[in-house]
């Protein structure tokens, strides 16, 4: 058995699947590839805020694939140029015919000898220029860079962009956000309950303090984080200091009073014995309701005076409303067919829990943008060229778009002067 025909094919086939690669490559890296696939997801995020359920659009396998696709696009569009960047960054070209480079004629009364062309190029590598000779004779040039790295933070800013665009995607399709309220002493999920899930928050303390002016000086809420109804963690929240437990941000999102009752029926069962939140608002007041489907009844408290701690206890039946009646803490009174007590007040806190799997890709992307920008606009490249021309050496220099290095073009000036004279 002869093995030279498959060692024979095998670097066609290998050179085959290279060029096939390489197409497939500047295929997912075209902008309009990408473009199309920005707006698509654009509207299926479109489609979601719209459709009633469409929460369940964003948290699926598709979408996920789409923004796989878009981080694909992005890197490889990256890939593709990154190779012409190296290039010209360590292997300068001479600049072709254009109007956006700056051009000045440095006479010169001395032979262009090659001691002299050697001379040049050690000038103007001391200028901080990568420099490489091209051609000879008549045709010879000097081609340089400066700061040839700088053209990948331009590439850069392109990664972040998609890193930012998929970090608030993956935060929109697959985060959560939910708010609880708690009295002191209790204790609730922070998540949508779900098989296996115990991540859990329970209210040990809350202490305000007020100014003279009423505003808040400050607003602790002393809370333990609890895995599997095992304390794992207690932290102190404050404004703008969050608690952090298992990839959840919590926030004390806001407080209120709460207003301790005891309701018994008229022969004395109890019906209702703790704190009620006063989580809602009557005509601008905190208010609550308690149903008492024992008593076929539901009360409504407002507290109608936060001063002096005073509420306003109303019964409702399905006949309609029975009674009414003001008490302040220690005070008992009937009210419709139950005794009601004010045994004092307490405050709840409504927490806000949220987790965003996207937010380290987001705000990566957007501390890679920023210092991509800086760079660019900062530490730009520069391109130049000089060659012979007549009785003279003609000089050219280009920056980027936004840069007009004019100074620059004259300190080179100078240096090619003070070279050949």
């Known amino acids: 058995m002869n093995p030279a025909p498959a060692l024979a094919t095998t670097p066609a086939g290998l050179d085959r699947l290279a060029r096939a690669a390489e197409r497939g490559l500047r295929l997912t890296a075209d902008p309009r590839l990408g473009l199309g696939l920005l707006l698509l997801a654009g509207a299926w995020n479109v489609a979601a805020a719209a459709l009633p359920n469409g929460g369940a659009l964003l948290d699926s396998i598709p979408y996920l694939l789409l923004l796989g696709a878009i981080l694909l696009s992005g890197l490889a569009a990256v890939a593709v140029r990154a190779p012409t960047a190296w290039r010209e960054w360590r292997r300068p070209a001479a600049l072709r015919g254009s109007e956006e480079a700056l051009h000045v004629e440095v006479p010169i009364s001395v032979p262009l000898t090659e001691e002299l062309r050697a001379e040049l190029a050690i000038g103007l590598q001391r200028a901080g220029y990568r420099i490489r000779s091209h051609g000879a004779r008549d045709r010879w040039g000097l081609a340089g860079v400066r700061r040839g790295w700088s053209r990948f933070a331009a590439l850069g800013s392109h990664a972040a962009l998609v890193f930012m665009v998929l970090g608030g995607a993956i935060g929109a399709a697959f985060g959560s956000e939910t708010t609880f309220s708690l009295l002191p002493g209790d204790q609730a999920l922070l998540d949508s309950a779900r098989p296996g899930f115990t991540d859990s928050l329970r209210l040990d303390r809350f202490e305000a303090k007020f100014g003279t002016d009423g505003r808040p000086l400050s607003l602790d809420t002393a809370v333990t984080f609890l895995r599997a109804g095992e304390p794992t963690s207690s932290q102190l929240l404050r404004v703008n200091q969050p608690g952090s437990f298992g990839g959840y941000l919590v926030h004390g999102w806001t407080y209120g009073p709460a207003v301790r009752l005891r309701v018994t029926t008229l022969g004395g069962r109890v019906l209702l014995a703790g704190a009620l939140p006063l989580d809602g608002q009557r005509d601008g007041l905190p208010s609550a309701f308690a149903e008492l489907p024992a008593a076929g009844t539901t009360l409504g408290v407002t507290l109608v005076d936060p001063s002096a701690n005073v509420v306003e206890l109303a019964a409702a039946s399905s006949t309609g409303r029975q009674d009414a009646t ?41 501390g890679l943008l920023s210092l991509c920008l800086a760079v660019s606009f900062w530490l730009p490249r520069r391109r130049l060229s000089l060659r012979p021309k007549g009785e003279a050496l003609r000089l050219a220099l280009r920056g980027e778009r936004f840069d007009r290095p004019a100074h620059e073009l004259e300190r080179l000036r100078r240096i090619v002067r003070a070279i050949a004279p």
Do not use: I, N
């Not at 405050?347 to 957007?366: E, I, K």
């Open 326 to 366: 003001r008490l302040r803490p220690g005070e008992e009174r009937r009210v419709g067919d139950v005794m009601v007590r004010v045994d004092g007040f307490d405050a709840y806190v409504t927490f806000l829990s949220r987790r965003d799997p996207g937010v380290l890709l987001l705000f990566g992307g957007a």
